[in-house]
């Protein structure tokens, strides 16, 4: 969370030096906006990761353990069984 929050300090300094600096504005904005994909890239990650379960039988656990009635099979029309 600490590099979250270095990367959105980056940004707003670079945003800074765009507005100080109107021959180099564009390498500046540029500079900004690579810092903003980079501080929610990791806020995204640690949001993902709070939000894992730590175990996969944690994952197991809250499957449904109800019939799941598209799986039945409807009998031959004719009464017949299949072949196999």
Sequence with gaps: ???AT?????????RQRALSEPDKKWYWLAQAA???????QKLAFHAEEANAPDSPEIKLAQW?????ERR???PLPDGR???W
Excluded: G, I, T
């Design 1 to 3: 969370m600490n590099e």
């Design 6 to 14: 270095r990367l959105r300090e980056l940004e707003a300094e670079c």
């Design 34 to 40: 690579k810092y903003q994909v980079q501080a929610n």
């Design 64 to 68: 449904s353990h109800v019939r799941d």
């Design 72 to 74: 039945l099979m409807d």
């Design 81 to 83: 069984r299949p072949p």
